[in-house]
């Protein structure tokens, strides 16, 4: 894929409230109070090969994201709100809730949704930032992020953005690019690797692309007031040469009953977690 510009936003001051901490990951403010954005980078999908290109030649990836989206999140509910949503490839897995909204920062994504969804009443696209979503505290039932995660400097303070503005038990369903993989752990075991894969701070392998230790995303949403029930390991068979000569719907049957298992050690590039808002 090729690398997207970035747009620089600044910070946003949090609202006064006496006693409340400012803006970090490591202290976001309470879970009913606005969030302060920090000083941030977004970067720019000025067009639209990420559809036409990227998703082109990865039906195995749009496979597996499927399947873990399936297995974690609840089938039905009254709104959802997907974060990040691109030009909306994932937005039929939504069928049982009775709102969606798809938000995405890139004007080329949104504007493809919206074609693609004019005619259908239950899903509303928004242009918006994640680090200040423009939505009411508790407003929705579940909230997705997929292939998001990996352009946030600040993902602690996008976490506390969804713990607000989901309802008490509310559930997120979370991918993130996974630093401690398999392969990664091979390349530094054999020297071919300077940067371990086990120590928890992030891995910026392109300009605002970061890789994530699952233990550091599991600290950062606790903080937020996420409590991680569930973790599948995926896109386990993302090697060119398995992905490129076997087809992928056999791939991805292989894949589908090792997610949930290997979720303990998440052996693979990309990992979902389900986490819930304390109801
Ligand atoms: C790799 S694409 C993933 C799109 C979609 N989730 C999918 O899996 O097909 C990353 C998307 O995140 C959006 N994005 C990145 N940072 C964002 C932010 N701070 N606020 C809103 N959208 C953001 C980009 O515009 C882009 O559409």
């Given at each position: 894929?090729?690398?997207p510009?970035?747009?620089t936003?600044?910070a ?6 006496p006693?409340v901490p400012?803006?970090s990951d490591?202290?976001?403010g309470p879970?009913?109070?606005p969030s ?23 039906d ?14 609840p ?6 709100v ?5 030009y909306?490839?994932l ?6 809730y009775r709102?969606?909204?798809l938000?995405?920062?890139?004007e080329?994504h949104?504007?493809?949704?919206r ?5 259908d009443?239950?899903?509303r696209v928004e242009?918006?930032d ?5 939505f009411?505290?508790g407003?929705?039932d579940a ?5 998001v995660?990996?352009h946030?400097e600040h993902?602690g303070?996008?976490f506390?953005?969804f713990?607000?503005?989901l309802?008490?038990?509310g559930?997120l369903?979370?991918?993130f690019?996974?630093?401690?993989n398999?392969?990664?752990i091979?390349?530094?075991?054999l020297?071919?690797?300077e940067?371990s894969p ?6 910026e ?6 890789d994530?230790h699952?233990?550091e995303v ?8 996420l409590r991680?029930?569930?973790v599948?390991?995926?896109?386990l068979?993302?090697?060119?040469m ?8 056999w791939?991805?049957a ?5 997610q949930g298992?290997l979720g303990s050690v ?7 977690v389900?986490a819930?808002?304390a109801?």
């Amino acid at each position: 894929m090729t690398t997207p510009e970035r747009t620089t936003v600044p910070a946003t001051p949090a609202p006064a409230a006496p006693g409340v901490p400012g803006p970090s990951d490591d202290v976001p403010g309470p879970s009913d109070t606005p969030s302060a954005a920090p000083d941030h980078e977004i970067p720019r999908y000025d067009d639209l090969r990420y559809r036409d290109v990227f998703w082109a030649a990865r039906d195995y990836e749009d496979r597996c994201d499927r399947l873990a989206i399936r297995a974690l999140l609840p089938p039905t509910g009254e709104r959802l709100v997907e974060v990040g949503a691109g030009y909306g490839r994932l937005a039929d897995e939504y069928r049982g809730y009775r709102e969606v909204v798809l938000l995405d920062a890139s004007e080329a994504h949104v504007a493809a949704a919206r074609e693609q969804f004019r005619d259908d009443s239950r899903i509303r696209v928004e242009q918006g930032d994640a680090y200040a979503l423009p939505f009411d505290d508790g407003s929705f039932d579940a909230v997705v992020c997929v292939r998001v995660v990996h352009h946030l400097e600040h993902p602690g303070a996008v976490f506390a953005e969804f713990a607000r503005v989901l309802r008490p038990g509310g559930v997120l369903v979370l991918e993130f690019a996974n630093k401690r993989n398999l392969k990664a752990i091979l390349k530094h075991a054999l020297g071919r690797q300077e940067w371990s894969p086990f120590t928890t701070e992030p891995h910026e392998y392109l300009p605002l692309h970061f890789d994530r230790h699952p233990l550091e995303v599991r600290r950062l949403l606790r903080r937020a007031g996420l409590r991680v029930e569930e973790v599948r390991a995926v896109s386990l068979f993302r090697l060119p040469m398995l992905r490129d000569r076997l087809p992928a719907g056999w791939l991805a049957a292989v894949e589908g009953p090792l997610q949930g298992p290997l979720g303990s050690v998440t052996p693979g590039p990309s990992v979902y977690v389900q986490a819930r808002k304390a109801g």
